[in-house]
């Protein structure tokens, strides 16, 4: 069977509603706001003992992003202009690269 890509008849089809409705994520939003509290403390714990240091890298960037939010992402470029480059290409048997191609080549 094929993976991926799109496939004849595959997904919801056109037209048809989602079954995730607004009032179903908003209640949804509320039951998980129940453990709020819990999921802090779990974070926390996390945070200071946890196992690896990427878990608690991690459980620290997401106390800070809930606490301070995530921090702005500047999208300025800055452009700088710099000279072209030269790019010269030698021939095996003309290591100085000075002699013009033979005629017979």
Excluded: C, W
């Amino acid at each position: 069977m094929a993976r991926g890509g799109f496939r004849e008849g595959a997904g919801r089809p056109s037209g048809s509603n989602n079954k995730s409705s607004p009032e179903q994520s908003q209640r949804l939003s509320e039951l998980a706001k129940d453990y709020t509290h819990d999921a802090l403390l779990t974070l926390v714990d996390v945070a200071k003992n946890g196992r690896s240091d990427a878990a608690r890298v991690s459980a620290a960037n997401a106390l800070l992003d809930r606490g301070y939010g995530k921090p702005a992402v500047k999208e300025e470029i800055e452009a700088i202009d710099l000279p072209p480059v030269v790019i010269q290409i030698k021939a095996p048997d003309d290591p100085d690269g000075i002699h013009p191609p033979r005629a017979d080549d």
